[in-house]
């Protein structure tokens, strides 16, 4: 059985009982009696109520009155009714909390509840929401106070739902440091960190091995190594043809040292300083205008990328994790994986993104919310059986020492360890369309770097003021 958090439940076990005890003195107020009957379950009654019992007997009468006269026959004295005990009633669970998680997390969350509730008395109830659909639920339902304790979600997320008031900060103590800290960073918001992470991910470059045997380590190599194999489409990348996507474009966009909004790891994304024009992002995106005009980078949709490489007409495909299932599945190719080829002096850096459980700002039951996330999910058990059930990436240091055996999950780690978490800030959201719009525009060859980064930046500085 897992530790429960005494400290909270031994608070909540002194106030239920003084509470109890209150609502026996007749001098309690109603507030304080609707307070308790609010929080509490109360006790069942073992005697009879006042109105069951005898009336007393006058005291002057029961010591001075003479007693009766022996030749009248004693009146047959009526005994008290035994008091009658009734039988305890089932007082159900001291509190219930609500969790909302979508399919890949609610077996693994059911899994666990009935050990929390045996250890604390707490019901946990889990309900499945799909993922797409939480965060607007969550932000209309839970100032109304009809939300979930807990829910599943992204870390992009956090900055809207913190400036919003919807999610508080979380307190790891002293299991911070069994965190990957590149989760750490994505839930991190003005300084504080808003969720138990439990998921991380970042692309990779799968390479079909009969094209190209060994992976390459820099650019330089990926070129030559694309000579060889002489094959018309030689890197997909999605974010070209006919659709935007500045996701997996963008390790051009750092490739040189560049970004999109100033990063500090302890204070995260600062909006008031947009990067997308600075003279490294401009050289990022000029690299990707010659991978292009050179011909090794195609300009592909998410689609056409995929199948290329499945078909064997792209010798490599720059995508995440969540295409491992496919890759195991098919036959066709052979194929192996490994980092993003360096392309400046330092390597790659994709963005990382990063899943965890956000505590609902407007929870009744946030302490004890609290202590299932401590106590039950920051757990080995729980972040293994979390992985096992969708083996993206792994935010829990301890899980991800055991997947040293499997070489796919270290490459997509070692690339989630050299990236930074897409910004997490509400005003993100000002940057995709400009950004995805422009660098599509380079892909297809339609404009230069330099006017591409200059047309985003002035966009999204328009936007958040920055």
Not at 181 to 200: D, I, M, R, S, W
Not at 205 to 229: E, G, H, K, S
Not at 370 to 399: C, H, K, N
Not at 405 to 415: E, I, K, L, R, Y
Request: glycine content about 8%; charged content about 20%; overall charge negative.
């Amino acid at each position: 059985m897992r530790k429960r958090s005494g400290i909270w439940f031994a608070a909540l076990l002194v106030f239920a009982l003084f509470a109890a005890s209150c609502g026996d003195d007749a001098d309690t107020t109603d507030a304080a009696g609707s307070a308790t009957e609010a929080t509490t379950t109360a006790a069942p009654d073992t005697a009879a109520g006042e109105d069951d019992a005898p009336a007393p007997q006058d005291e002057a009468l029961a010591e001075d009155e003479p007693p009766a006269d022996e030749e009248d026959a004693p009146a047959e004295e009526e005994e008290p009714p035994a008091d009658e005990e009734e039988p305890p009633a089932d007082e159900g669970p001291i509190a219930t909390i609500t969790i909302w998680a979508d399919d890949r997390r609610v077996s693994p969350l059911e899994a666990i509840a009935p050990s929390f509730t045996e250890a604390t008395g707490v019901e946990v109830i889990v309900e499945l929401v799909e993922f797409g659909a939480i965060r607007d639920q969550v932000s209309q339902a839970a100032p109304a106070g009809e939300g979930p304790d807990i829910f599943v979600g992204a870390h992009d997320w956090t900055g809207e739902l913190a400036a919003n008031g919807v999610v508080v900060p979380v307190s790891l103590g002293d299991k911070e440091g069994q965190f990957v800290q590149v989760a750490l960073n994505g839930f991190n918001f003005a300084g504080e960190v808003f969720a138990v992470p439990y998921v991380t991910e970042a692309i990779a470059m799968y390479r079909n091995t009969d094209l190209v045997p060994d992976a390459p380590a820099t650019w330089d190599d990926l070129r030559a190594a694309c000579d060889a194999a002489a094959v018309a489409n030689c890197v997909a990348v999605p974010g070209g043809e006919d659709a935007t996507d500045a996701y997996h474009n963008y390790p051009f966009v750092s490739a040189h040292g560049g970004g999109i909004f100033a990063f500090d790891t302890s204070t995260g994304f600062d909006a008031s300083q947009v990067v997308l024009d600075s003279a490294e992002t401009v050289a990022g995106i000029e690299f990707l205008e010659m991978q292009v005009a050179d011909g090794y980078v195609a300009s592909t949709n998410y689609d056409n990328a995929k199948n290329l490489f499945l078909t064997g007409q792209a010798a490599f495909l720059i995508t995440g994790p969540w295409e491992l299932g496919t890759m195991r599945g098919q036959s066709d190719i052979s194929w192996g994986l490994s980092l993003i080829p360096q392309m400046g002096a330092a390597p790659t850096q994709p963005f990382v993104g990063a899943q965890g459980f956000f505590l609902n700002a407007f929870s009744e039951n946030s302490l004890i919310a609290q202590s299932f996330l401590l106590d039950f999910i920051a757990t080995d058990e729980t972040m293994q059986a979390l992985y096992a059930e969708d083996p993206r990436g792994t935010a829990w240091l301890a899980v991800q020492a055991t997947l040293s055996s499997d070489p796919d999950v270290q490459v997509f780690d070692a690339s989630a360890a050299n990236g930074i978490p897409m910004p997490n800030i509400p005003q993100m959201g000002a940057v995709w369309g400009p950004l995805g719009d422009n660098l599509l525009l380079v892909r297809n060859g339609e404009i230069v770097a330099a006017d591409a980064m200059t047309a985003a930046a002035e966009a999204v500085r328009a936007a958040v003021g920055g």
